[in-house]
Structures are given as C-alpha cells and as structure tokens.
C-alpha cells in the first residue's frame, strides 16, 4: 500500500501522537503532557505519513527564536516529534519528511532548523551538527564544599508556590537568554512548560518546588526542583533534584547553590541539564566528586548559509571564504565569503578561492561558537586550504560562554 505525507490536521492528532509514542516505547504520556503538547501544536508545521487511516510516521516544527553569538534572537524552526513506525522502517519515510520539512522552513524565510536527538547518529545525513553541549552532575553534598562569593549573604531567599511567582520568574529568563547562545525566547503558550509536573515523572519525588532570590525586594534569581527522600540504615540520603536555576549574578547564583546543598535530609543534589562552563563547576570544593557527564544537546542545521552566517556576530574580525558542502539542500552548495566582526556580518556567494571546506553539518555544529572549527580541522573534518584561515576562523566563530539548550521541545 502506498504511503502520504500530509499536513496534521486537528482531528488526526490523537492517532499521529500515538504513533509517536508507540515508536519511543509505547509508554502513554500523563494527561497534562499531552494537552500541553496539543495545545502548543503548530497544525501547518506538523506532518505525518499515513498508509490509508494509519499514521506510520510523523515530523513536526515549532516557530523559535534562537540566541546566536552577539545576543541577537534569529527566527528557527524546532524540530520535534519524529519517528516512524517499526513496521515501516527503511522505506525512505523518514528522508521524505525531512525533506518536505526542509523546503518548508526554507519557504518561510527561516534560516535555522535545530532539534534535539533522540539517537545523535540519525541526523547527520540531513545536514544537522552537534551544536551544543549539556553537563550533569550528581553532586555529593556531605562531602562537596561551596566557596562563595562577596555579597552571598545579602541575598534573600524565600519558598514560593511555582504558579503564584511563574511570571516574574519568566520575566527573568527572557532577561538571560541573550547573554547565551542556544537558549530559546519563549513564545507565548511556553510558559507552561516550566510548571510541568505529572506524578507519573516524580519517581517518588515530591511536587515542583520553587525558591527565589531577591536583593532590596527585586528579584535576582530562581530554582525549581523537587526532593526525593530516600533513607538507608544510616540514616537520611535523599536527593534535590534540580530542574532549573537562573540568577542574575554571582551573589545570587551562588545563594541559590548553598540553599539546595542544604536542604535537610538530603546528600545529593542533582542537575540534569547544565551549560558545560556553569559557575557552580568554580564554587565546589571538589570537582571529582560532581558526578559529572557531558553530552550532545542541540543539533543545528543552516539552512540557508547566506543569512544564517549574516545572523551572528563574530568575536574578531573574520574575512575569508567557505566552500560549504550539502548534498541534502544544495541551494547552501558552493563558495560564500564571510565578512565579519563583534558589530555583524556579510555573507555573499563567490567564485574567490575557498580558505576553508567542510559540510553544512560541520558548519552547523560551529555556528553557536561552542565547538571549534580547530577540533573539527583535527578530526579531518574542516580542511584548510589557505595557511592561517584556520587560525583566523576559530576565535571568530568563538563565544566567550559556552552555548547551552535549557530545555527540550
């Protein structure tokens, strides 16, 4: 039986989210999870292959706006919500969405497609690139000191109910995320996700928790988490399980850090989701005994290398021409030079000799400035081919703090 890709329509979503989780496990998500999910649907950015009434497949988009390197927000799509189904593998399901899903992004005028991966192998075929990285740590409160800095003390901190104070802490997450690049300006409806909190994702753990930092009655800082007591014959050893943490500075940050390493009945404070240059990394006594891993967060895809490289700013003055390679979007294909310092950019097709050649993959993965055009050279994946562009390119595509996705989609 022939298979069609069509655009998501309001009345098919319950069959195509299923196909979704089917293809992840098949574990149904919590009722409020699926009406966020809905709700935050963008129906003429979602596609699905269908095979007659049967969903075998779906892709969909959502409309970002994405932190560069320079503090400017760029307009991208989130690609989100891919799978195909088990029984319809290898049957060029998954390359035909990716392709409707490219041109379409292309066809909107957004220069940027990034998304997170559920297996980091998929992707790369299509152009996207490991662009930023994530760091986890389970830190062991009994044994890690803090060292804290000057005005640590004159921060108050005080419980708030999540809902009551949800506003004033978005507030302060829009002021952030220019200062980092990968961080995502929330659009309207995305509020919601930080007080997302089904029971059936606690494992045991309390509800959401929120506590703020405020200097002089202004707000300087957050953290929600929840608490999971655990206890053995010794006696109490549960955990802080940390969602988020944002503060305005180091005072701030660091108050928040001492109070979740204290918290009674607990040893542990554990943070999924943290920028690989976190501060907290320079206020630990011991750095062995974090707990710390790293992995591949946001996967970034240019697609269109003109506008996207003239998005950003460079950290030193950049001149130099890129011979770009993308069999899956060949519109990107060819020599762009790149003219750019801290104030912007220009990016215009040549015929000059190329001084660097990589793929739009790689391109991908060095736009946020978090991996370096060097280490990608080292494993024979850029190629220099003028002395010294190398050593140009690196620290201009370079930012001053790491890039970092704080929350999924």
């Not at 996207?128 to 060292?147: H, N, W």
């Not at 060095?366 to 994946?381: E, F, H, K």
Request: hydrophobic share 40%.
């Amino acid at each position: 039986m022939t298979t069609e890709l069509r655009e998501l329509r309001q009345e098919d979503w319950d069959e195509y989210y299923g196909t979704l989780e089917l293809a992840f496990g098949g574990v149904a998500e919590a009722k409020e999870e699926h009406e966020l999910w809905n709700a935050l649907t963008e129906f003429d950015r979602f596609f699905g292959t269908w095979e007659g009434e049967t969903c075998v497949g779906t892709t969909g988009a959502f409309s970002f706006r994405l932190s560069v390197p320079g503090g400017s927000l760029v307009d991208a799509a989130g690609v989100t919500m891919v799978s195909v189904a088990a029984t319809h593998r290898r049957r060029g399901i998954l390359t035909s969405m990716m392709r409707r899903q490219l041109d379409d992004v292309r066809a909107k005028g957004e220069c940027l497609a990034v998304l997170t991966a559920s297996e980091p192998a998929i992707y790369g075929r299509f152009g996207y690139g490991a662009a930023t990285l994530q760091m986890k740590a389970e830190i062991d409160t009994a044994r890690v000191r803090l060292s804290l800095p000057a005005g640590t003390d004159d921060v108050r901190l005080r419980y708030a109910k999540p809902a009551d104070v949800h506003a004033a802490c978005e507030a302060l997450y829009a002021r952030r995320v220019s200062e980092r690049p990968g961080m995502l300006a929330r659009q309207p409806g995305w509020e919601r996700l930080g007080l997302l909190d089904p029971e059936s994702e606690r494992h045991g753990a309390s509800p959401l928790q929120c506590v703020l930092a405020e200097r002089d009655g202004e707000l300087v800082g957050y953290a929600r988490f929840h608490v999971k007591p655990e206890w053995d014959a010794a006696g109490p050893k549960g955990t802080v399980k940390l969602r988020d943490l944002e503060a305005l500075d180091p005072a701030a940050n660091a108050a928040l850090w001492q109070f979740l390493f204290g918290i009674d009945l607990t040893s542990t404070v554990e943070a999924r989701s943290r920028p690989v240059d976190d501060a907290v990394l320079h206020l630990v006594s011991d750095v062995r005994r974090c707990g710390l891993q790293v992995k591949d967060s946001l996967h970034v895809r240019l697609v269109d290398v003109g506008a996207a490289l003239e998005a950003r700013a460079y950290r030193t003055p950049v001149n130099l021409v890129l011979e770009v390679d993308d069999a899956f979007c060949p519109w990107n294909t060819g020599r762009w030079r790149l003219k750019g310092d801290v104030k912007g950019a220009t990016c215009e097709r040549t015929e000059d000799d190329a001084d660097l050649a990589l793929s739009v993959r790689d391109l991908g993965s060095a736009y946020l400035g978090g991996i370096s055009l060097t280490s990608l050279a080292a494993a024979g994946r850029v190629r220099e081919l003028r002395p010294g562009a190398l050593a140009e390119a690196t620290p201009a595509f370079g930012s001053d703090v790491a890039p970092w996705l704080p929350h999924g989609f």
